[in-house]
Structure formats: structure tokens, C-alpha cells
């Protein structure tokens, strides 16, 4: 059975940072690409960062580049988004999933419960 439950969300004001966390279980974590998404009030889900099997390559949305760093830990089944210079349009509920392929679609059709996190002074 799948499962992947983010943490690390919150409340920060502008400009501040937060990491978030993956926890993956029920697949062979270290086979598959893996991604952040996140939804904001109103809006669709969106892809905000990708990373192959062993890290090597990453790809963002533009909205975060510069500002986002996603990174894993094969050992520990964890995908990590370190998030610097956070901005108000942030704001959103975080998820992550595998992806069938790098930069290809989501592979798993249930997520996990997300992390919110808000940006606010």
C-alpha cells in the first residue's frame, strides 16, 4: 500500500524559509523519479519541483526557481523541498508523489494529506 505523508509546513512570514518532508512507503522508493506539488485556494494542482532516482537532475516551475531546492535521501525513503525567500503567492497545501517517469506524470492516483504551508506577515 502506498503511502506519502508530508510534514514541515507552517506558518512564516515573507522572506523566511521552510523545509518540507516525504515520507514514502509501499514502493520501491529509490526506482522513481519523485516531485512536489502543491494547491493553492481556488487553483489547480501544480508542479512545482522533479528530481530523477538518484538526484542527479532536478527541474522547476518557474515560479520557484532560484528559490526551491528539492533533494532525497534513498536511505531514509524521503523527499525533501528546502524553501527560501518565500512569498505570500506560496501559500498553498504541499504534496508529493512518484512520477511514471522523470518530468512525466504522477504515478500514484491517491496523495497523501499534504502539508499546508502559509506565507503572511
Known amino acids: 500500500q502506498v503511502q506519502l505523508v508530508e510534514s514541515g509546513g507552517g506558518l512564516v512570514q515573507p522572506g523566511r524559509s521552510l523545509t518540507l518532508s516525504c515520507a514514502a512507503s509501499?514502493?520501491?522508493?529509490?526506482?522513481?523519479?519523485m516531485s512536489w506539488y502543491r494547491q493553492a485556494p481556488g487553483k489547480e494542482r501544480e508542479l512545482v519541483a522533479e528530481?530523477?532516482?538518484?538526484?542527479?537532475?532536478?527541474k522547476y516551475a518557474d515560479s520557484v526557481k532560484g528559490r526551491f531546492t528539492i533533494s532525497r535521501d534513498n536511505a531514509k525513503n524521503t523527499v525533501y523541498l528546502q524553501m527560501n525567500s518565500l512569498k505570500p503567492e506560496d501559500t498553498a497545501v504541499y504534496y508529493c508523489?512518484?512520477?511514471?517517469?522523470?518530468?512525466?506524470?504522477?504515478?500514484?492516483?491517491?496523495w497523501g494529506q499534504g502539508t499546508q504551508v502559509t506565507v503572511s506577515s
Open positions: 528530481i530523477t532516482t538518484a538526484g542527479g537532475s532536478t
Open positions: 508523489n512518484a512520477l511514471a517517469y522523470y518530468t512525466g506524470p504522477p504515478r500514484f492516483g491517491s
Open positions: 509501499g514502493f520501491t522508493f529509490s526506482s522513481y523519479a
